[in-house]
């Protein structure tokens, strides 16, 4: 079987992907997709043009574009620019599991320091694919390493996104990256997204997306009222704000948004769009 470099001589955007870093192909499809609507919530057009260049079924793969990824994006575009225009000074933003995400240019190339921390083999697929930018730095790691906290600023205080990523995780791994960030980055924001419970049990057990795509197990649910209570035990973070995928554009999700209002298939079906400030008390300081 070819390897990826002997495929790569042959197609350059032919890719190998598989697992979870092959999800990160599934925003950048529904991201895509959102170009051609006339109500968009983004402009992305490098996304367009990269599910236009890149040899792989996406259609076949993931079935029907959704909206709930261009949600996510807008949701995290929308905090990084507020973020960014509160900064005096040149600002820095750090994106965990960052993979075929084009939202540096989607924000419009700021002056920022940005970091990309992601597995070995989608950095590798992010410098094949994406622009060269002197801003944009990539950090090949493990965000459960925190090898990465060494490799990107920690002053100024950065916006620490993790869009898609921690529900891949387990629930004492999610604490525990969210406690070292507080420890390493005070006075920084966060933002990640959730499933619920059931959902992830759904993954567990083999959730099939379309007739040729499974999605990978995503262990770590939480129902989105106990996210208060979850991100309150974690020393030295506060809560700003969750909201669920249905709120921040109901009349893009109206069937999603009506059930969503009904406590119990809220708690069952709704996922989480979470910010966090990381507090700046001493006694915060990283150790
Ligand atoms: C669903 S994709 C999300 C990509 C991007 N955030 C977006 O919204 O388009 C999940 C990403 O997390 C990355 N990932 C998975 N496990 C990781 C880990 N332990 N550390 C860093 N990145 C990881 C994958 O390689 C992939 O790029």
Not at 20 to 25: F, G, R
Not at 77 to 88: G, K, T
Not at 226 to 244: D, K, T
């Amino acid at each position: 079987m070819a390897d990826d470099s002997e495929q790569t001589r042959e197609d350059p955007a032919r890719l190998s992907l598989s697992g979870v870093p092959e999800t990160m192909l599934w925003p950048l499809w529904n991201r895509a997709a959102e170009m051609r609507r006339q109500d968009r919530l983004i402009e992305d057009p490098m996304a367009a043009g990269l599910v236009a260049r890149i040899t792989y079924d996406f259609a076949g793969r993931f079935g029907r574009p959704s909206v709930f990824h261009p949600i996510r994006a807008r949701v995290s575009d929308d905090l990084i620019r507020a973020f960014l225009l509160r900064q005096p000074h040149k600002a820095s933003v750090v994106v965990l599991g960052e993979g075929l995400e084009t939202q540096f240019w989607r924000l419009g190339a700021p002056d920022v320091t940005w970091s990309s921390v992601d597995l070995p083999e989608a950095i590798a697929v992010r410098q094949r694919l994406l622009p060269h930018h002197p801003a944009v730095h990539h950090v090949a790691c493990s965000a459960l390493d925190p090898a990465w906290m060494d490799a990107v600023p920690a002053v100024p205080a950065p916006f620490i996104s993790a869009a898609g990523l921690l529900m891949y995780f387990q629930d004492e791994e999610v604490r525990t990256l969210l406690a070292r960030i507080a420890t390493r980055f005070p006075g920084g924001e966060i933002f990640f997204d959730t499933i619920t419970p059931p959902i992830s049990r759904r993954t567990q057990r083999g959730w099939q997306i379309t007739r040729h795509y499974t999605a990978p197990p995503m262990p770590w649910g939480i129902a989105i009222d106990a996210l208060p209570g979850f991100v309150g035990a974690i020393p030295g973070i506060e809560l700003l704000s969750v909201q669920s995928y249905a709120d921040p554009f109901p009349q893009r999700t109206r069937l999603y948004s009506l059930l969503s209002r009904i406590g119990p298939l809220r708690r069952r079906f709704a996922g989480g769009l979470v910010h966090l400030r990381i507090k700046d008390a001493p006694g915060n300081r990283a150790g």
